[in-house]
């Protein structure tokens, strides 16, 4: 009994249990509540079976999105073919960029989820699109300053060297050539802004501070995210 009242004692005074009790204490007060109510608007909290269960969601809209977008730029690579009697072009997916790449990858974007190819030589190929899938014109906006730094990270490679990447399909040897200059695009499936939506200004410092200059250059990046923006059906209505 004293063992037992003893090891009882021991667990009321570990400061794992305070915090957990002081924890419980602040969560009744009136300015936690509201900001408890305000994370919550964000969605459900991390850890919880909702947020599992959104993150789940989220992962299968996402790998919908990549493969309606790769099937678009398929169909085009297959009429290009039929039209040029040849197997010049081919397409690849989850294609990585080569780490011989010396330019800082740090905060790039590194894989990307369609690239239409077109044969350069017996074993060599030329990048001719990256396409880049996303489940809304917001992710799209949110991730473009990383893809815009996986453009530079490819724009950096050696024009007159050889990189193999490996892609789902299996390795394939690029031409650096091809790497400093392609095009890119987003693909979206989800229904269209019917106009991107703004931020208010906030803090004098978002005039001044580079920090901020995402939130200042918003909206010229909103337009520029939408003008590299299609609908999967998009390239397959042009070839109709």
């Known amino acids: ?15 794992a249990l305070i915090r957990l009790q002081r924890i419980d204490a602040l969560k009744a007060g009136g300015a936690v509540q509201r900001y408890i109510t305000l994370w919550d608007r964000h969605g459900p909290r991390s850890g919880t079976s909702a947020a599992v269960a959104q993150g789940a969601a989220s ?8 493969a309606l977008a790769a099937h678009a730029i398929e169909e085009l690579a297959q009429r290009m073919n039929e039209a040029q009697g040849a197997d010049a072009y081919r397409v690849m997916t989850s294609m990585r960029v080569p780490s011989t790449i010396s330019s800082s990858h740090d905060r790039a974007k590194t894989e990307w989820d ?20 996303k489940v809304s014109p917001d992710a799209a906006t949110t991730d473009f300053p990383r893809l815009l730094r996986g453009l530079r990270l490819l724009a950096s490679a050696d024009a007159n060297a050889g990189y193999t990447v490996a892609t789902q399909q299996g390795p394939v040897r690029l ?10 695009l987003h693909s979206c499936y989800a229904p269209a802004d019917a106009a991107p939506r703004l931020l208010e200004p906030v803090w004098h410092q978002l005039l001044e501070s580079p920090r901020w ?10 337009r520029q995210v939408r003008e590299l923006m299609v609908h999967p059906d998009d390239p397959l209505a042009a070839m109709k």
């Open 1 to 15: 009994m004293r063992e037992h009242d003893a090891r009882r004692q021991q667990l009321l005074d570990s400061p």
């Open 59 to 66: 992962k299968r809209r996402g790998e919908q999105g990549e």
């Open 114 to 133: 369609v690239a239409l190819l077109k044969r350069a030589d017996i074993d060599a190929w030329n990048v001719r699109l990256l396409v880049e899938a």
């Open 175 to 184: 031409r650096g050539a091809s790497l400093c200059a392609l095009s890119v």
């Open 213 to 222: 200059s995402t939130v200042l250059n918003q909206y010229p990046t909103l």
